[in-house]
């Protein structure tokens, strides 16, 4: 199935009054999966119970987010990796460097090899 995408019109970043305005296309969201949906799908092609599926999911948000506040990067394999990574104002020396000029915090997902690979096999359809 194709990833169906839109036109949307944007301003130029950072421009008073957007500066000359181009189109750009953006993809067409075309629902979602839940952790019920997901279950399922993977219960059809295992022979493990929903509800045993339903455990390791929701202990592997457990978990991770112990691992990621410990600082580590967390691995899945083919899935990808996630890892914390921070924002900073800069300081004029390194013995200056500390805690307090941290200004943002996000989780960054690096995909691994197979979602890569798809990427590079998707096909487009303007919707």
Same mark, same amino acid.
């Given at each position: %199935?194709?990833? *169906? &995408? *839109? ?17 750009? #296309? ?14 399922? =799908? ?5 022979? /493990? ?10 202990? %592997? /948000? ?11 990067? /967390?691995? &899945?394999?083919?899935?990808?990796? %996630? ?10 020396? #390194?013995?200056?460097?500390?805690? =307090? ?7 960054? &997902? ?7 690979? %798809? ?9």
């Amino acid at each position: %199935m194709p990833i *169906k &995408f *839109k036109a949307i019109e944007r301003g130029e970043p950072g421009v008073p009054g957007g500066g000359t305005k181009k189109w750009y #296309a953006t993809t067409v969201i075309q629902g979602e999966r839940n952790i019920d949906q997901l279950t399922t =799908s993977i219960e059809k092609i295992s022979t /493990v119970s929903g509800a045993d599926i339903r455990a390791v999911l929701y202990a %592997m /948000v457990d978990v991770c987010t112990e691992e990621l506040a410990n600082g580590n990067i /967390v691995r &899945f394999g083919d899935l990808g990796s %996630m890892r914390v990574s921070i924002s900073s104002v800069g300081a004029p020396t #390194a013995l200056e460097v500390n805690s =307090s000029i941290i200004t943002k915090n996000r989780i960054l &997902f690096n995909p691994g090899p197979r979602l890569v690979n %798809m990427l590079g096999r998707l096909i487009y359809q303007k919707a």
